[in-house]
């Protein structure tokens, strides 16, 4: 969440900054309504709180003097319930603004560029050339066909369209890449855990899922519970309300997860094929840091999924979006893209995020500095995700015939 008193103390400063986002600033003048109710509020609850303690010395007075207490007492009781009423109005008011502030998004970093959407993120630099064919290159779906690797068909026959299944070497493909993912992370620092697949409301509003975007997710209603999104979700919250020891930053977490996602604002959009699935696996990167730090982290967990790329002999491109195009918690967001030749261009497979203290803010993540606890810094990005390289793959790999080879550092786990 972001800061409110920052917001209250700033305010035109902050518009400013979130009309980046494309936050209206009717939206923000709403929430400075808002302030301005909860402020009310609470002075009117201190007022008549102050008045009655006044009222209460008057009863050792009267008693010292020899006066009947009655009318005072009448006066106390009258204002105790006056004060209660007051209470309550100042905790709606503090409940209204919460509210709302829950669906503001994070403040964008200064370095993010200006821009509406994904069409003016900014590429920062390309890595490996792409592979020149002497034959046209098929898409993903087309090899999936030739070689038996991936049932359309019976995915949608199992579940809806947007699930599929892997067959054969896919699937042995798909575990290998989970495996060398993982192993690569771990060789970088981060260790790896297996979290819960499902989990509670409190879990995904820490991490920015929850309330604006719950039309994306699957519930189970009878539990109250969510299958998780990304593993951003379990591996962040895992410090949710806790206080980390300054001497344990930065705590470096990965950890693989199937993800789930109704994909509720995509529709007509990469219908064919397996670039866009309600379930897909993924393996996540979550750092968990020092504020001066974060910076630092950030670079590396950028760099780190790129080297797997490149190990992989994926060509790809770094892109830093743009403040139209930044997700709701981040403050700055870099993408990697991988080169698919069958569809002649760069897809997303990655993106690393810093969300600053938002998510810790909303989580209660803090760590003791000294005396005093302060807010931590969480970052998150995947390490990859699994099905998108598996495309990768299959494309930057195929042969004229339809088959596919197998990158070199992959055949150790096949």
Not at 33 to 48: M, P, Q
Not at 342 to 351: C, L, T
Request: hydrophobic share 40%.
């Amino acid at each position: 969440m972001i800061d409110l008193k920052y917001l209250q103390n700033h305010f035109d400063e902050a518009v400013q900054k979130l009309q980046k986002k494309g936050v209206s600033s009717d939206t923000l003048q709403g929430l400075k309504t808002l302030f301005a109710s909860l402020k009310a509020a609470n002075a009117a609850f201190e007022s008549a709180r102050a008045e009655q303690n006044q009222m209460s010395k008057l009863f050792g007075t009267y008693k010292r003097e020899g006066r009947d207490t009655a009318e005072l007492k009448v006066k106390v009781d009258a204002r105790k319930e006056e004060i209660a009423s007051l209470q309550e109005a100042a905790r709606e008011a503090e409940t209204a603004l919460y509210r709302v502030a829950l669906s503001i998004p994070n403040f964008p970093d200064e370095s993010v560029p200006e821009g509406a959407d994904e069409k003016e993120n900014v590429e920062l630099h390309k890595v490996l050339e792409p592979r020149s064919f002497d034959f046209e290159p098929k898409e993903h779906w087309a090899l999936a066909e030739e070689n038996g690797w991936i049932d359309f068909e019976r995915g949608v026959k199992l579940a809806k369209s947007r699930f599929s299944v892997l067959r054969g070497e896919a699937a042995r493909m798909e575990r290998a890449l989970i495996s060398f993912f993982l192993d690569t992370n771990r060789s970088k620092g981060f260790e790896e855990l297996c979290v819960p697949f499902l989990n509670n409301a409190a879990m995904l509003q820490g991490t920015g899922q929850l309330p604006k975007f719950e039309d994306d997710l699957f519930k189970i209603e009878d539990e109250n519970l969510y299958l998780i999104p990304t593993a951003e979700v379990p591996l962040t919250n895992l410090y949710q309300d806790e206080i980390i020891p300054e001497k344990a930053l930065p705590v470096l977490m990965t950890g693989y997860t199937p993800c789930f996602r109704r994909e509720a604002g995509s529709a007509g959009r990469d219908t064919r094929g397996m670039i866009r699935q309600h379930q897909f696996d993924k393996v996540e990167m979550v750092a968990i840091t020092h504020p001066e730090k974060s910076e630092e982290v950030f670079e590396m967990m950028v760099q780190n999924a790129s080297d797997i790329l490149t190990a992989l002999g994926l060509p790809h491109r770094v892109v830093l979006l743009c403040g139209g195009d930044l997700g709701f918690s981040a403050a700055k967001t870099i993408d990697l893209e991988v080169w698919l030749p069958g569809q002649n261009q760069y897809r997303e497979i990655s993106s690393i995020s810093t969300t600053g203290d938002f998510q810790a803010r909303r989580a209660k993540i803090r760590f003791k500095e000294g005396k005093k606890n302060r807010l931590a810094h969480t970052l998150n990005g995947s390490a990859l995700a699994v099905g998108r390289t598996l495309i990768a793959i299959m494309e930057n790999y195929q042969n004229e015939d339809g088959s596919i080879e197998i990158p070199e550092v992959l055949k150790r786990y096949m």
